[in-house]
């Protein structure tokens, strides 16, 4: 099942057209939407940031951060970010593509990367930047429906949606991504999962 899964995310993100990216930004960002065959089944690699870094204080969200210099690319930056706040190292990371690029609300251009975590790889959390690790199995979010506020964001009205797991809240710029994911593999991915 895991390796039909994996099939049909790279089949799905490579169909996929770009969507046009709108707004002006002050950098680049790359997250890696990390998917591993845990207990529960497929899950996606998620962090509780600390309350101690500078930015999303106590948010849930991929692993990821800003592009530095020493990156080769976008995808470099994903691998290099998810070393930094978990340990896992790019060998043990198949990327499968990516999805659009979203503006953040600090006005960075983010990329995300889906990547299959490949085998079972020691999790090392950076405590400066990482209060806690969760596999969230894809199922979750297939089969809940999240609940959606209106809020002011950039000078627009945008639908923020907020999923509750466990004691957990996984919402914004995180969940669009994960909706956005899960349309583009299609209604299929419910039987893969």
Same mark, same amino acid.
């Given at each position: 099942?895991?390796?039909?899964?994996?099939?049909?995310?790279?089949?799905?993100?490579?169909?996929?057209?770009?969507?046009?990216?709108?707004?002006?930004?002050?950098?680049?960002?790359?997250?890696?939407?990390?998917?591993?065959?845990?207990?529960?089944?497929?899950?996606?690699?998620?962090?509780?940031?600390?309350?101690?870094?500078?930015?999303?204080?106590?948010?849930?969200?991929? +692993?990821?951060?800003?592009?530095? $210099?020493?990156? #080769?690319?976008?995808?470099?930056?994903?691998?290099?970010?998810?070393? @930094? /706040? !978990?340990?896992?190292?790019?060998?043990?990371?198949?990327?499968?593509?990516?999805?659009?690029?979203?503006?953040?609300?600090?006005?960075?251009?983010?990329?995300?990367?889906?990547?299959?975590?490949?085998?079972?790889?020691?999790?090392?959390?950076?405590?400066?930047?990482?209060?806690?690790?969760?596999?969230?199995?894809?199922?979750?979010?297939?089969?809940?429906? +999240?609940?959606?506020?209106?809020? $002011?964001?950039? #000078?627009?009205?945008?639908?923020?949606?907020?999923?509750?797991?466990? @004691? /957990? !809240?996984?919402?914004?710029?995180?969940?669009?991504?994960?909706?956005?994911?899960?349309?583009?593999?299609?209604?299929?991915?419910?039987?893969?999962?």
């Amino acid at each position: 099942m895991y390796s039909r899964l994996r099939k049909a995310v790279i089949r799905g993100l490579a169909a996929a057209p770009p969507r046009p990216f709108k707004g002006e930004y002050r950098a680049r960002a790359a997250v890696l939407m990390g998917i591993a065959e845990c207990e529960a089944g497929p899950s996606f690699l998620l962090t509780r940031r600390t309350n101690t870094v500078s930015t999303h204080k106590g948010q849930v969200s991929f +692993p990821g951060g800003q592009r530095e $210099e020493e990156d #080769g690319s976008l995808e470099e930056t994903a691998l290099r970010e998810t070393f @930094e /706040e !978990v340990g896992i190292a790019s060998e043990s990371i198949e990327i499968a593509g990516r999805l659009h690029d979203y503006l953040a609300v600090t006005h960075s251009r983010v990329t995300p990367f889906a990547g299959f975590i490949n085998g079972s790889p020691q999790i090392i959390p950076c405590t400066a930047e990482v209060a806690r690790v969760l596999w969230v199995p894809l199922r979750f979010f297939v089969e809940t429906e +999240p609940r959606i506020e209106i809020w $002011e964001r950039l #000078g627009q009205r945008v639908s923020v949606h907020f999923y509750d797991f466990e @004691e /957990e !809240v996984i919402w914004g710029l995180t969940a669009r991504m994960i909706i956005d994911f899960l349309e583009t593999i299609g209604p299929g991915i419910r039987r893969l999962v």
